[in-house]
């Protein structure tokens, strides 16, 4: 075999090579045909083993012939292979198309109860003052719901509050968390900052602003020099973070037997922003707690020396609060639990 | 107390506007619930004057008349008989609108035409008169407004217990004058007496001074019972009060006035003139004025006379002694009673009333002699008749005012305020508190309870307060402290952060429950708060669970229930054990209305008591029903079952850090399906930290309870912290560095053998290297025989300190096995 026959079969090869490249309809076809012409055995490889028989000045050339060949070959097998895989890659995702505009996999979601919720942002506020939870029971006896609060036996106070009272001579269903005062005061020696939060009970039919069981946050703080002064300002500090920074409110006269003197908590409308409106009973105002500077009775019951230590406490009733924050009307719906009420809490 | 502004005008000057007072009395700490427009609704009625009645042609009982109501002339028919030409009457013109929503309208009555109406006092609200038309003083304005003559405005006052002494007109316009400094115009209480001394009518003898500290009486002759003048009945009605009588009105408009009930007998009824203030005997019996016989227990206190009872005391009149249209001759009752005792009569009795209301805050002892007097002075001026020559007075003696001492320096220390003692004293001055200089050595009173506690004041340091004696709830330092501020005004407290030392730190008890609740939520709970309080059938069905020994620091579940007394209903009678009957309602609540899926949770409380007294105790509640997954377009949907429950609870297991889980088969559970349920305990045996039981309702109990579902899942677990746990840091290590090696097995056990058995077994033999485990199948069928389970186990095994060798694990593989084989258990391979 001459040099010229042998650079003839290489065209060949390379010409052939390519129109079968260029025929492949896929990648396997495609690496097959690459392996047939350059692998270890294939064609190209055949026809190289021809140059040991030429002239060895014809070796050069017809190697360089050859590599060129090679180059050319891959060149093209490269090209197609690019070809091929886009086109490949194209019909799978044609394929793979999916109708975006259906909805999502729905995630479940549950809920919190705004009334844990509220309690929850009140003690957040307080908390920012140093102020803790602490906790007491539900069935209290006479003398700690009433007696130690400065409410003897046949009170005319008693009256601010129906009681239930269960078949344990001597108990009752505590009506307010207010004898968590006494708790907390045998508890902690001042300075004492307290919030105690919990379940309350009265005879009390059901409406849209009362039920026979709520939840109040009682608070609580007492050391030497706390005075009428800081219970405003506190109050001012916890209406504003409830209800808006610029939420005007007002202090007023109230009555407790177990503080003195005691006071009333009013905040602007946030229905009508003070003009007047059913929501507030058109005075422009709507009450959110009951506070007071504790009784000196109390503070004995306590354990404490009313001449050393003075402090305030305050009361709120839990839903009325969550009522505010979320424009609700009526508090029956917290303890109906009917869910397309309390999912709406995500 | 509702207040008409024009008549509290007759004891104070009243100069601002109606809002603006409301404002005033409420920043006073007399807080107006409401401003009530009275008369409002009196739209086009104006005043008449009857220029001709005659008979209606057609009809006996009506009349023609021509009323001219200013310019104006009508024709309108009415049906009263009292009205004759000349009178000024109140005139609806059609298109009013009287109380209660009523129209006039132009009307045909029995064919004639009637432009209006003629009203009656009770038509208007104004009197209680329905009978004749109300006849207007001579002198009203013809053609003149109605509402601009008789309208008024009414407050409603919220007085507070303490202060009995307000509930009245004169009380408000004293706190009226504290506002605006106008003085008070006390009622004209003078007497005009007759010739007959009292002596010789009427004795009064109290057995228990200490029931009745005191009893005026006075007696008035020869009245005339009937109407009370249109005025007085006009301000009852407006304050309340329906008017009865001129005799009984005088006593409510005393009532009203000063606070001080009032009791009138008909003196006939009175035996000998003797009355006799003592307790009842057993068995004695009473009519009361409601027209119900009563009998009367021993504590209760009467008002007699030799014959039997008259009243109950405070309380109730009897029928008998009411003052009626042919009484002659009245017998005044103005006393003191016990507070308390008049409490508990009124209670027991289940009469509680103006009166009782007012004598249960306490009364001030002067008012028993100015009420009787103001009253006597009433009836001879409105029926008539001779007021006997003075008063029977069983405690003449009148007590002095009280002194209060306090100290100025201690006044601004509780209020945070730096008020000289002299600006003090005429704040004080302002509510009729005079002040004095204290000697020294004064006590000055801090509490009365536990017992009396006061302290010596220093030289100089205090003042007597001079106490009126309305002012019953003035008698410690801190009560005057409190007219300090709320005459100064609350709105001058200055607001400050506070300042003071701060307490040490304390964990939030409230933190565990918080985590459980967050976690719970984020896998798809919703949270519910229920009533405590449920009906016994529900306690008896679901409390309480107790399922062995409860984490350290929570409370076990135990003990009998606890019943209120006085219920509102049955269905919230008792206090809960269990928190599962709660959460199904709040199920069948929900799937009642169309739900179809409910998946909730509640951190509540169940109650007991026991030898040890009563008992609290907090737990994790959850109920799933319906859908876990609802069908979505690529995915099929999934039904809530047994193990949706338990994931959960190995959930809040992981999330504080329990460590083996342990699930007891319960067959016996009532209520639970007998296949379906088990007990749950999370943590070592020794210190658990959740236990509880989880299981699928018994079908029998979804049908009792009428649940529309096939299936419910309920857990109720103690969780460890839940009382007042805080959720201890994570402890944290680093990543594995060894590779872990992994071996599936596919152990065959018979059918009955809990898969929990399996892998404790395979647990066990493992030892330390093992740590994880996960059953992955559970396959029954070909080739197995039948009665036999194949449970495929995903094994990993891991050291800490060096990658394990093959031979290693498959040493531990044998032992596995081993251990599986002694069981009689075998491999399928």
């Given at each position: 075999m001459d040099r010229s026959e042998l650079t003839a079969r290489l065209d060949a090869l390379r010409d052939a090579t390519m129109a079968e490249a260029a025929e492949a309809t896929d990648v396997a076809t495609l690496e097959a045909v690459g392996v047939e012409v350059l692998g270890k055995k294939g064609r190209l490889t055949e026809v190289l083993r021809g140059i040991g028989a030429l002239a060895p000045e014809d070796r050069p050339v017809v190697g360089a012939a050859a590599n060129a060949v090679r180059e050319a070959i891959e060149a093209a097998l490269d090209e197609r292979r690019g070809e091929l895989r886009s086109a490949e890659l194209e019909t799978r995702l044609a394929a793979e198309a999916v109708d975006v505009t259906a909805p999502g996999r729905p995630v479940a979601r549950g809920s919190l109860h705004p009334v844990g919720e509220t309690m929850r942002a009140i003690a957040e506020v307080f908390g920012r003052f140093g102020f803790t939870v602490f906790e007491s029971p539900e069935v209290e006896d006479d003398v700690r719901n009433f007696q130690m609060l400065n409410i003897p036996p046949d009170h005319p106070a008693r009256d601010l509050w129906d009681t239930l009272y269960v078949d344990e001579p001597g108990y009752l269903l505590r009506t307010h968390t207010s004898p968590g005062q006494i708790e907390v005061m045998h508890r902690e020696r001042p300075p004492i900052r307290a919030l105690l939060p919990?379940?309350?009970?009265?005879?009390?039919?059901?409406?849209?602003?009362?039920?026979?069981?709520?939840?109040?946050?009682?608070?609580?703080?007492?050391?030497?020099?706390?005075?009428?002064?800081?219970?405003k300002g506190l109050l001012d500090e916890f209406a504003h973070a409830m209800f808006g920074a610029d939420r005007p409110t007002r202090f007023r006269p109230g009555y407790y037997p177990f503080t003195e003197p005691s006071v009333a908590f009013d905040v602007e409308c946030v229905v009508c922003d003070g003009v007047g409106c059913p929501a507030c009973s058109r005075s422009g105002w709507m009450t959110i707690l009951g506070a007071g500077m504790v009784h000196p009775v109390v503070l004995r019951y306590g354990g404490l020396d009313p001449e050393l230590y003075q402090g305030f406490a305050f009361g709120m009733g839990v839903e009325r609060i969550a009522n505010l924050r979320h424009a609700v009307g009526d508090l029956r719906l917290y303890l109906e639990n009917d869910l397309r009420f309390l999912e709406q809490f995500r | 107390m509702r207040v008409p502004l024009s008549w509290l005008r007759d004891y104070v000057e009243v100069e601002l506007e109606a809002d603006r007072l409301a404002e005033r009395l409420t920043l006073l700490g007399m807080e107006v619930k409401a401003v009530e427009r009275w008369g409002a609704d009196w739209r086009s009625v104006v005043v008449g004057e009857l220029l001709e009645v005659r008979p209606h042609p057609n009809a006996d009982r009506l009349s023609l008349t021509r009323v001219t109501v200013g310019g104006e002339t009508l024709d309108i028919v009415c049906g009263a008989t009292n009205i004759a030409a000349g009178q000024r009457v109140p005139v609806a013109l059609p298109g009013a609108m009287l109380p209660g929503g009523r129209a006039i309208e132009r009307t045909e009555k029995m064919g004639v035409v009637s432009n209006g109406m003629l009203c009656s006092g009770d038509e208007l609200g104004l009197t209680s008169d329905a009978?004749?038309?109300?006849?207007?003083?001579?002198?009203?304005?013809?053609?003149?407004?109605?509402?601009?003559?008789?309208?008024?405005?009414?407050?409603?006052?919220?007085?507070?217990?303490?202060?009995?002494?307000?509930?009245?007109?004169?009380?408000?316009?004293?706190?009226?004058?504290?506002?605006?400094?106008?003085?008070?115009?006390?009622?004209?209480?003078?007497?005009?007496?007759?010739?007959?001394?009292?002596?010789?009518?009427?004795?009064?003898?109290?057995?228990?001074?200490?029931?009745?500290?005191?009893?005026?009486?006075?007696?008035?002759?020869?009245?005339?019972?009937?109407?009370?003048?249109?005025l007085v009945q006009m301000r009852l009605m407006a304050a309340g009060m329906r008017p009865v009588s001129n005799v009984v009105d005088a006593s409510n408009y005393v009532m009203l006035e000063l606070g001080k009930p009032i009791h009138t007998f008909d003196a006939a009824a009175v035996t000998d003139g003797r009355i006799i203030v003592r307790l009842a005997h057993p068995g004695e019996r009473l009519e009361t004025l409601d027209h119900v016989d009563r009998e009367l227990t021993g504590d209760t206190l009467l008002i007699a006379d030799p014959a039997g009872p008259l009243a109950i005391a405070g309380v109730m009149g009897g029928a008998s002694s009411e003052v009626s249209g042919v009484t002659r001759d009245v017998v005044i009752e103005s006393a003191i009673f016990d507070p308390v005792s008049i409490r508990r009569t009124a209670f027991r009795y289940a009469l509680r009333s103006e009166a009782s209301l007012r004598f249960e805050k306490g009364q001030e002892d002067r008012l028993a002699r100015l009420g009787a007097d103001r009253t006597a002075r009433l009836i001879v001026e409105w029926a008539g008749g001779t007021a006997a020559i003075g008063r029977i007075d069983t405690a003449p003696d009148e007590p002095t005012q009280a002194r209060v001492a306090f100290r100025p320096s201690r006044v601004d220390r509780l209020l945070g305020a730096s008020l000289r003692s002299d600006e003090q004293q005429a704040l004080l001055a302002r509510v009729g508190i005079a002040t004095e200089p204290a000697p020294a050595g004064t006590l000055v009173p801090i509490a009365s309870s536990p017992e009396p506690l006061s302290v010596t004041a220093g030289e100089g340091e205090a003042l007597l307060a001079?106490?009126?004696?309305?002012?019953?709830?003035?008698?410690?330092?801190?009560?005057?402290?409190?007219?300090?501020?709320?005459?100064?005004?609350?709105?001058?407290?200055?607001?400050?952060?506070?300042?003071?030392?701060?307490?040490?730190?304390?964990?939030?008890?409230l933190a565990m429950r918080h985590a459980v609740r967050e976690a719970l939520a984020g896998a798809g709970l919703t949270e519910v708060v229920t009533h405590a309080l449920v009906a016994p059938a529900a306690d008896d069905r679901f409390g309480p669970l107790d399922d062995g020994p409860v984490p350290p620091g929570e409370a076990p579940a135990r003990g009998q229930r606890i019943t209120v007394t006085n219920p509102l209903s049955r269905e919230h009678s008792v206090l809960r054990r269990s928190l599962v009957g709660s959460l199904l309602d709040v199920v069948g609540t929900n799937l009642r209305h169309g739900r179809s899926?409910?998946?909730?949770?509640?951190?509540?409380?169940?109650?007991?008591?026991?030898?040890?007294?009563?008992?609290?105790?907090?737990?994790?509640?959850?109920?799933?029903?319906?859908?876990?997954?609802?069908?979505?377009?690529?995915?099929?949907?999934?039904?809530?079952?047994?193990?949706?429950?338990?994931?959960?609870?190995?959930l809040i297991g992981r999330s504080i850090g329990a460590g083996r889980t342990a699930y007891a088969p319960l067959h016996d559970a009532r209520d639970l399906h007998p296949g379906r349920s088990a007990r749950i305990r999370l943590g070592e045996s020794t210190a658990p930290t959740l236990v509880g039981r989880v299981g699928e309702l018994h079908p029998d109990a979804i049908e009792a309870l009428g649940l529309r579902t096939d299936r419910v899942i309920v857990a109720e677990v103690a969780v460890s912290g839940l009382t007042e746990g805080v959720p201890r840091p994570v402890v944290a290590l680093p990543p594995p560095r060894y590779p872990a090696v992994e071996r599936d097995l596919a152990i065959v056990v018979p059918e009955a053998t809990p898969a929990g058995e399996v892998m404790e077994t395979v647990g066990a033999a493992a030892g330390p290297l093992l740590v994880g485990q996960r059953l992955f199948d559970i396959y029954r069928g070909a080739p197995l025989a039948a009665g036999d389970k194949s449970l495929a186990v995903h094994l990993e095994f891991r050291s800490a300190e060096r990658t394990l060798t093959e031979d290693e694990v498959e040493t531990i593989v044998a032992g596995i096995l081993a251990s599986l084989g002694q069981r009689g258990w075998s491999i399928r391979t």
């Amino acid at each position: 075999m001459d040099r010229s026959e042998l650079t003839a079969r290489l065209d060949a090869l390379r010409d052939a090579t390519m129109a079968e490249a260029a025929e492949a309809t896929d990648v396997a076809t495609l690496e097959a045909v690459g392996v047939e012409v350059l692998g270890k055995k294939g064609r190209l490889t055949e026809v190289l083993r021809g140059i040991g028989a030429l002239a060895p000045e014809d070796r050069p050339v017809v190697g360089a012939a050859a590599n060129a060949v090679r180059e050319a070959i891959e060149a093209a097998l490269d090209e197609r292979r690019g070809e091929l895989r886009s086109a490949e890659l194209e019909t799978r995702l044609a394929a793979e198309a999916v109708d975006v505009t259906a909805p999502g996999r729905p995630v479940a979601r549950g809920s919190l109860h705004p009334v844990g919720e509220t309690m929850r942002a009140i003690a957040e506020v307080f908390g920012r003052f140093g102020f803790t939870v602490f906790e007491s029971p539900e069935v209290e006896d006479d003398v700690r719901n009433f007696q130690m609060l400065n409410i003897p036996p046949d009170h005319p106070a008693r009256d601010l509050w129906d009681t239930l009272y269960v078949d344990e001579p001597g108990y009752l269903l505590r009506t307010h968390t207010s004898p968590g005062q006494i708790e907390v005061m045998h508890r902690e020696r001042p300075p004492i900052r307290a919030l105690l939060p919990g379940r309350c009970f009265r005879y009390e039919a059901v409406d849209a602003s009362h039920g026979f069981e709520f939840f109040q946050v009682e608070g609580l703080m007492v050391d030497e020099g706390t005075t009428l002064a800081d219970l405003k300002g506190l109050l001012d500090e916890f209406a504003h973070a409830m209800f808006g920074a610029d939420r005007p409110t007002r202090f007023r006269p109230g009555y407790y037997p177990f503080t003195e003197p005691s006071v009333a908590f009013d905040v602007e409308c946030v229905v009508c922003d003070g003009v007047g409106c059913p929501a507030c009973s058109r005075s422009g105002w709507m009450t959110i707690l009951g506070a007071g500077m504790v009784h000196p009775v109390v503070l004995r019951y306590g354990g404490l020396d009313p001449e050393l230590y003075q402090g305030f406490a305050f009361g709120m009733g839990v839903e009325r609060i969550a009522n505010l924050r979320h424009a609700v009307g009526d508090l029956r719906l917290y303890l109906e639990n009917d869910l397309r009420f309390l999912e709406q809490f995500r | 107390m509702r207040v008409p502004l024009s008549w509290l005008r007759d004891y104070v000057e009243v100069e601002l506007e109606a809002d603006r007072l409301a404002e005033r009395l409420t920043l006073l700490g007399m807080e107006v619930k409401a401003v009530e427009r009275w008369g409002a609704d009196w739209r086009s009625v104006v005043v008449g004057e009857l220029l001709e009645v005659r008979p209606h042609p057609n009809a006996d009982r009506l009349s023609l008349t021509r009323v001219t109501v200013g310019g104006e002339t009508l024709d309108i028919v009415c049906g009263a008989t009292n009205i004759a030409a000349g009178q000024r009457v109140p005139v609806a013109l059609p298109g009013a609108m009287l109380p209660g929503g009523r129209a006039i309208e132009r009307t045909e009555k029995m064919g004639v035409v009637s432009n209006g109406m003629l009203c009656s006092g009770d038509e208007l609200g104004l009197t209680s008169d329905a009978e004749g038309i109300l006849i207007l003083p001579a002198d009203t304005p013809v053609g003149a407004g109605l509402m601009d003559l008789y309208g008024d405005v009414v407050l409603d006052v919220d007085v507070k217990p303490n202060r009995g002494d307000a509930l009245c007109l004169v009380g408000l316009a004293r706190e009226v004058g504290a506002a605006t400094g106008a003085p008070l115009r006390f009622p004209d209480c003078t007497v005009d007496e007759g010739s007959d001394p009292i002596d010789a009518l009427l004795a009064v003898e109290v057995e228990d001074p200490a029931l009745c500290s005191r009893f005026v009486g006075r007696h008035v002759s020869g009245v005339a019972v009937g109407p009370s003048p249109d005025l007085v009945q006009m301000r009852l009605m407006a304050a309340g009060m329906r008017p009865v009588s001129n005799v009984v009105d005088a006593s409510n408009y005393v009532m009203l006035e000063l606070g001080k009930p009032i009791h009138t007998f008909d003196a006939a009824a009175v035996t000998d003139g003797r009355i006799i203030v003592r307790l009842a005997h057993p068995g004695e019996r009473l009519e009361t004025l409601d027209h119900v016989d009563r009998e009367l227990t021993g504590d209760t206190l009467l008002i007699a006379d030799p014959a039997g009872p008259l009243a109950i005391a405070g309380v109730m009149g009897g029928a008998s002694s009411e003052v009626s249209g042919v009484t002659r001759d009245v017998v005044i009752e103005s006393a003191i009673f016990d507070p308390v005792s008049i409490r508990r009569t009124a209670f027991r009795y289940a009469l509680r009333s103006e009166a009782s209301l007012r004598f249960e805050k306490g009364q001030e002892d002067r008012l028993a002699r100015l009420g009787a007097d103001r009253t006597a002075r009433l009836i001879v001026e409105w029926a008539g008749g001779t007021a006997a020559i003075g008063r029977i007075d069983t405690a003449p003696d009148e007590p002095t005012q009280a002194r209060v001492a306090f100290r100025p320096s201690r006044v601004d220390r509780l209020l945070g305020a730096s008020l000289r003692s002299d600006e003090q004293q005429a704040l004080l001055a302002r509510v009729g508190i005079a002040t004095e200089p204290a000697p020294a050595g004064t006590l000055v009173p801090i509490a009365s309870s536990p017992e009396p506690l006061s302290v010596t004041a220093g030289e100089g340091e205090a003042l007597l307060a001079v106490v009126p004696t309305w002012r019953r709830d003035i008698s410690v330092e801190a009560d005057l402290a409190e007219e300090v501020a709320r005459v100064r005004g609350y709105e001058l407290v200055p607001s400050l952060t506070p300042d003071t030392a701060m307490p040490s730190y304390l964990p939030d008890p409230l933190a565990m429950r918080h985590a459980v609740r967050e976690a719970l939520a984020g896998a798809g709970l919703t949270e519910v708060v229920t009533h405590a309080l449920v009906a016994p059938a529900a306690d008896d069905r679901f409390g309480p669970l107790d399922d062995g020994p409860v984490p350290p620091g929570e409370a076990p579940a135990r003990g009998q229930r606890i019943t209120v007394t006085n219920p509102l209903s049955r269905e919230h009678s008792v206090l809960r054990r269990s928190l599962v009957g709660s959460l199904l309602d709040v199920v069948g609540t929900n799937l009642r209305h169309g739900r179809s899926n409910v998946a909730v949770f509640e951190i509540g409380k169940g109650y007991g008591r026991d030898e040890a007294g009563i008992r609290e105790w907090w737990r994790l509640g959850l109920a799933l029903a319906g859908a876990a997954r609802p069908a979505f377009w690529a995915d099929e949907g999934r039904a809530f079952d047994l193990d949706d429950a338990k994931g959960l609870l190995e959930l809040i297991g992981r999330s504080i850090g329990a460590g083996r889980t342990a699930y007891a088969p319960l067959h016996d559970a009532r209520d639970l399906h007998p296949g379906r349920s088990a007990r749950i305990r999370l943590g070592e045996s020794t210190a658990p930290t959740l236990v509880g039981r989880v299981g699928e309702l018994h079908p029998d109990a979804i049908e009792a309870l009428g649940l529309r579902t096939d299936r419910v899942i309920v857990a109720e677990v103690a969780v460890s912290g839940l009382t007042e746990g805080v959720p201890r840091p994570v402890v944290a290590l680093p990543p594995p560095r060894y590779p872990a090696v992994e071996r599936d097995l596919a152990i065959v056990v018979p059918e009955a053998t809990p898969a929990g058995e399996v892998m404790e077994t395979v647990g066990a033999a493992a030892g330390p290297l093992l740590v994880g485990q996960r059953l992955f199948d559970i396959y029954r069928g070909a080739p197995l025989a039948a009665g036999d389970k194949s449970l495929a186990v995903h094994l990993e095994f891991r050291s800490a300190e060096r990658t394990l060798t093959e031979d290693e694990v498959e040493t531990i593989v044998a032992g596995i096995l081993a251990s599986l084989g002694q069981r009689g258990w075998s491999i399928r391979t």
